[in-house]
């Protein structure tokens, strides 16, 4: 495990040429453009875009990574990068504060890109979206999720037991997947010019 947390993309983790990194970027580029936009036009992350595109990265990877002499690391690489995906954005969904598409959008990426660009790539979403907080708050589309926050700890101190989640308030869609677009866009970025997703390490 060691190894792949040491790891933060797939060019170096499972030594990728310049044009196997570029192959899974135009990819991503062309999931994150679709979902930018029908998120925004539309406020759905499509299921025909984005289970495709984390069966093409868990393939792309696994042959990418065989043929380089890595054996089964490629597919491992991408598995770990699609259940960080999964895991990240798993709990701002049960409170209602992102919706299915979402997640499948941060399980994508990371068997595309891998779990450290999928983290970091989150981390930047995340400020991004954040610039919209007093907007949607001026508009009461944050009371709702504010509420289920509230009443998932109430209900948890109160059994001292992990409680089902609450049934999301939030009648209106947040635009939390153009943010995370934009965070993904960041750490592409942040690759392309570093090597890596982030500039602190």
């Known amino acids: 495990m060691s ?12 030594k990728l040429s310049v044009g196997q990194v570029w192959t899974l970027n135009v990819i991503l580029i062309g999931v994150l453009v679709t979902c930018f936009v029908t998120d925004w036009r539309r406020g759905k992350i499509l ?8 069966l093409a990265g868990i393939l792309i990877n696994g042959v990418f990574g065989s043929n380089n002499g890595q054996g089964g690391t490629g597919f491992i690489w991408a598995l770990l990068g699609w259940a960080v995906g999964m895991g990240i954005q798993w709990v701002p969904f049960m409170l209602g504060f992102a919706k299915a598409g979402d997640v499948k959008l941060l399980a994508a990426v990371g068997a595309l890109k891998g779990w450290a660009f999928c983290l970091f790539g989150f981390l930047y979403g995340a400020i991004a979206f954040s610039l919209l907080l007093p ?14 926050i509230k009443t998932y700890a109430q209900v948890a101190v109160a059994t001292q037991a992990a409680p089902e989640a609450p049934t999301p308030t939030v009648k209106r869609h947040l635009p ?4 995370l677009v934009v ?4 750490a592409l ?6 090597g890596k997703p982030v500039w602190f390490f």
């Open 47 to 54: 299921n025909v875009v984005t289970f495709p595109a984390m």
């Open 176 to 179: 939390w997947g153009p943010g």
């Open 189 to 194: 970025l942040l690759e392309s010019l570093l």
């Open 183 to 186: 965070g993904f866009f960041i």
């Open 135 to 148: 907007w949607l708050a001026k508009k009461g589309e944050l009371r709702g999720v504010v509420q289920n």
């Open 3 to 14: 190894y792949y947390l040491s790891h933060f993309t797939g060019q170096s983790a499972l």
